[in-house]
């Protein structure tokens, strides 16, 4: 059995002015602010043999918070 997982609130790190700025696009950047940076991540396997039998079992999950962001307003 193999279990493992990790998860980040991100590196509270802020970004400035992107380069939609110059050409007077910024109401439609998410820029300057903090960056969304976050993510999970689970993983678990299983593996039984006997004999000739062999059953492997997973579980595989991300989660990339930077995709469930609103659209900037």
């Known amino acids: ?8 609130h991100g590196l509270g ?3 400035g002015p992107d380069s939609l700025y110059p050409l007077g696009l910024g109401a439609f950047s998410n820029a300057p602010g903090t ?3 976050g993510q999970s991540y689970r993983f678990g396997q ?3 043999n006997a004999g000739d ?3 492997l079992a997973q579980y595989h999950w991300i989660l990339d ?3 469930l962001l609103p659209d900037a307003q």
Do not use: C, H, P
Request: charged share 25%; no cysteine.
């Open 13 to 15: 790190i802020e970004a």
């Open 65 to 67: 918070k930077n995709t």
């Open 53 to 55: 039998f062999s059953l």
């Open 46 to 48: 299983l593996r039984f």
């Open 1 to 8: 059995m193999n279990l493992a997982g990790w998860d980040s």
């Open 35 to 37: 960056v969304d940076d």
